[in-house]
């Protein structure tokens, strides 16, 4: 069948004309009501039926879009009023004056936002400030399609205002507007740079009543008419530039709890890093309302942590912390900088990042692997530029308050109001991270999962973005944050990195704080025991007897915790392993549908996935089955442990050396915990294997026997510990993205009952003829004589 019988046209009732398009649209003269207008530049043929009519017509939106625009972009009076201040920004003020004049009384209440800038001609008035979504600022480049920075005249300002929404400011607030702006007259020479500049001869009184912007009338038919007076004598501005804005009829009833809320959003509107006397936002309301607010000076210097770290755009860090207490001076002060464990270039560390990014957006290995291949070789530099953090933490007990706090209640206050992250890009701030509530980098959900990490309403930080470099990191609409696109994907993890190794930099000041004031050296339940047997033996207890009850009494809670502890450490060791094994079968039985679906089932395939099946579920299967004490084979068991991991080894390159001595011989241990111990130290080498550039990455296993003590010893070459041994066995303490940190701890809580677990001394090393290229991480499993 032909295309013209499926479409029930025929070849006859249709003209075929071709049709040579002008050079330019308004030499185009229609020769008959056949002809179709044509815009294009390249000679086409267009069909077209006879009988059809052709109608065109232009949007015609009504006045009411206004309003609508500036209620659904514009979300608080707050945020409507930063929008008016970030103009005067713009527009190069130094100071911009914001008041509010007969607030609490209805009906006369008025708001005017007056600052010293450059001002707007008639022809900005008409042919920028009439229309919304202007590019004037950031104009897009034809060739390249994206914004080029136009710089402020006398400032050289990035400007904040780019899409030409914040004029829909004044709908937000009020239903009448005067405007009155005197401009600065600019001479530039070729390049544009400002040759001279002289103030105008005239000013501008621009009157609008938002009221008569009705549904009913197109925006077309409701004109817009301003007066420019040529009387100095009747200028506002006499002497300088500026503009003046005053709204009237205000849309909402101002409170108290408004104004504090917008003091706060003013003191935070302004990067605090901004250079003295560069500008200012002065804030006014003729009462009381703005009486006994809180201030932030002083209070960042009080907090007992603090980091200020940078990360160029070449992922090279600078990493600073200081531990202090301004009351308490005995538990003693801890700095680091320029260390070279922190110092360094963290491209590579980004890539489980990158990893959990991906398998998060359901991309498969192969995809992900993709990815991270073409952020290693093509991805030179970060997409948003340098970025430099700082960040304040304080605890909010009342224990720890006595030791930092001059004063525990405003302290209190101050992060009521200020608490959360905020971000700003060159002077002024990107709203609305870091406003209350917006946990943006989820540390909240951080601490539900390990208590090693803060509540987001303990800290204060501010991340600053050099303007001009971070223009990939493109502000919503709405004022809410950045849009999520590559850019923003790489901002907000870097920002976990840096989040991340603060939060166990602080854990270890935290835990050492804790103990002083417990005035307990060691905290633990054997030690407290052990403490409770010599109060007893040392007490006047009239009997031996009574002592001896007293001490079996203490044994006995003794062999409860333990076997309380085991009943905890079994569904922890089996949830990490599950997941493992679980996360490869989900994988693998897709693949499996595939292969039966096939015309032709190729046998040696799926007979290869279901012993791969099979791997996986007897993985699972090792750590699940109880049995007891028992004399395992050493070498058999290492083996099975690090096949639970053998996709996950395959899909990164990760190659497994083996050196295991045939004499270790069988080893008495439930063999689910040595194999929850030994997957935990293969995932943390595989891990940070993943960020490293090297062309071969390895683990290296090695099981001896000396003098009848059976050693296990685990290394890599990856970038090793940046902490002691001590403090990675610690609960909850992880650098990894994801972790939570109970994978060491859970290794050193078994040993305690088989032996030991620790780090490999540089005389062991070679002691063990271990090999040098394996100069990562490189620990050992000691257990008890045979």
Do not use: C
């Not at 000679?43 to 065109?56: F, H, M, S, Y």
């Not at 002065?282 to 960042?300: A, C, G, K, V, Y």
């Not at 952020?375 to 530029?385: A, I, T, V």
């Not at 299967?621 to 053998?646: C, F, M, Q, T």
Request: hydrophobic residues 35%.
């Amino acid at each position: 069948m032909s295309f013209w019988m499926e479409s029930g046209l025929s070849e006859n009732n249709l003209n075929t004309i071709t049709i040579n398009a002008p050079e330019k649209l308004e030499d185009f003269q229609p020769v008959n009501n056949d002809e179709i207008q044509i815009t294009e530049s390249t000679q086409i043929t267009e069909l077209i039926n006879q009988n059809d009519e052709i109608k065109e017509k232009t949007f015609r939106p009504k006045a009411h879009i206004l309003s609508l625009l500036g209620d659904e972009l514009i979300k608080s009076p707050v945020m409507a009023i930063y929008e008016l201040v970030k103009n005067a920004y713009d527009a190069d003020a130094m100071h911009v004056n914001v008041n509010f004049n007969n607030i609490d009384l209805l009906g006369i209440a008025s708001i005017s936002v007056e600052d010293d800038g450059t001002g707007m001609t008639s022809d900005i008035i008409e042919n920028v400030w009439l229309e919304p979504g202007s590019d004037f600022r950031k104009p897009v480049d034809p060739f390249t399609s994206s914004r080029r920075i136009i710089k402020s005249p006398i400032y050289h300002r990035v400007p904040m205002g780019e899409k030409g929404i914040g004029r829909f400011a004044v709908h937000k607030l009020g239903t009448e507007i005067k405007l009155i702006t005197r401009p600065l007259l600019f001479t530039k020479d070729k390049e544009g740079n400002v040759i001279s500049t002289s103030l105008a001869d005239y000013e501008i009184d621009l009157s609008i009543n938002w009221n008569h912007f009705s549904q009913s009338k197109p925006l077309s038919d409701i004109p817009v008419s301003w007066k420019i007076k040529k009387d100095p004598s009747v200028f506002r501005f006499k002497n300088q530039s500026g503009t003046y804005i005053e709204l009237r009829g205000l849309k909402e009833n101002w409170t108290k709890g408004m104004a504090k809320e917008l003091k706060n959003q003013t003191l935070s509107m302004l990067s605090p890093r901004l250079k003295e006397n560069s500008f200012s936002i002065n804030l006014s309301f003729d009462n009381h309302w703005l009486q006994d607010s809180p201030s932030i000076e002083e209070f960042l210097n009080e907090a007992p942590y603090k980091i200020v770290a940078s990360v160029d755009k070449n992922f090279n860090l600078r990493f600073e912390y200081e531990f202090s207490l301004k009351k308490n001076e005995d538990i003693g002060k801890r700095t680091i900088r320029n260390d070279e464990r922190y110092d360094k270039n963290i491209k590579s560390f980004l890539r489980p990042y990158l990893r959990s990014l991906y398998e998060k957006q359901g991309f498969d290995n192969i995809e992900t692997d993709e990815f991270l291949r073409e952020f290693d070789l093509n991805m030179q530099s970060l997409p948003f530029g340098d970025l430099l953090f700082e960040f304040y933490s304080y605890d909010l007990d009342s224990a720890s308050l006595r030791d930092y706090s001059s004063d525990n209640r405003l302290t209190k206050a101050i992060l009521k109001e200020h608490a959360g992250i905020k971000v700003f890009k060159g002077d002024m701030r990107v709203f609305d991270y870091g406003e209350k509530g917006n946990d943006w980098l989820g540390i909240d959900l951080e601490r539900i999962q390990n208590k090693e990490w803060f509540s987001n309403n303990q800290n204060i930080g501010y991340v600053y973005l050099d303007p001009e470099q971070s223009t990939s990191l493109i502000e919503k609409t709405n004022r809410e944050g950045f849009i999520h696109n590559k850019a923003y994907d790489f901002f907000y993890l870097v920002l976990r990195y840096l989040l991340t190794e603060f939060k166990n930099t602080r854990a270890t000041d935290r835990n050492r704080w804790l103990n002083y004031n417990r005035k307990i050296a060691e905290n633990n339940f054997e030690s407290r025991i052990t403490s409770f047997k010599a109060l007893v033996e040392d007490s006047e207890i009239d009997t031996n007897d009574k002592k001896a009850r007293l001490i079996k009494e203490a044994e006995k809670l003794e062999e409860k915790y333990e076997e309380d502890t085991k009943v905890l450490l079994i569904p922890a060791g089996v949830g990490m392993t599950a997941s493992v094994a679980l996360h490869e079968i989900e994988k693998l039985v897709p693949r499996m549908e595939e292969t039966v679906r096939q015309s032709f089932l190729d046998k040696d395939i799926i007979s290869e996935q279901v012993k791969e099946l099979k791997l996986y579920t007897e993985g699972i299967i090792s750590v699940l089955r109880k049995g007891g004490n028992e004399n395992i084979d050493l070498n058999a068991a290492i083996r099975r442990a690090v096949d639970n991991y053998r996709l996950k080894l395959n899909d990164r390159n990760i190659r497994v050396i083996y050196d295991l001595n045939e004499e270790t011989g069988n080893l008495k241990i439930e063999k689910r915990f040595f194999i929850t111990m030994l997957m935990n130290l293969i995932d943390n080498s595989i891990y940070w294997l993943d960020t490293v550039y090297r062309d071969e990455r390895a683990i290296y296993i090695k099981s001896v026997r000396t003098n009848n003590i059976p050693t296990v010893i685990v290394a890599d070459n990856g970038p090793g510990f940046k902490d002691d041994i001590s403090e990675v066995t610690q609960p909850f303490f992880s650098r990894k993205d994801d972790g939570i940190g109970i994978g060491l701890y859970l290794v050193d809580t078994i040993m305690m009952k088989y032996g030991k677990f620790d780090t490999v001394s540089e005389a062991e090393i070679q002691e063990h003829d271990i090999p040098k290229k394996f100069d990562g991480a490189i620990v050992k499993l000691v257990f008890n004589k045979i």
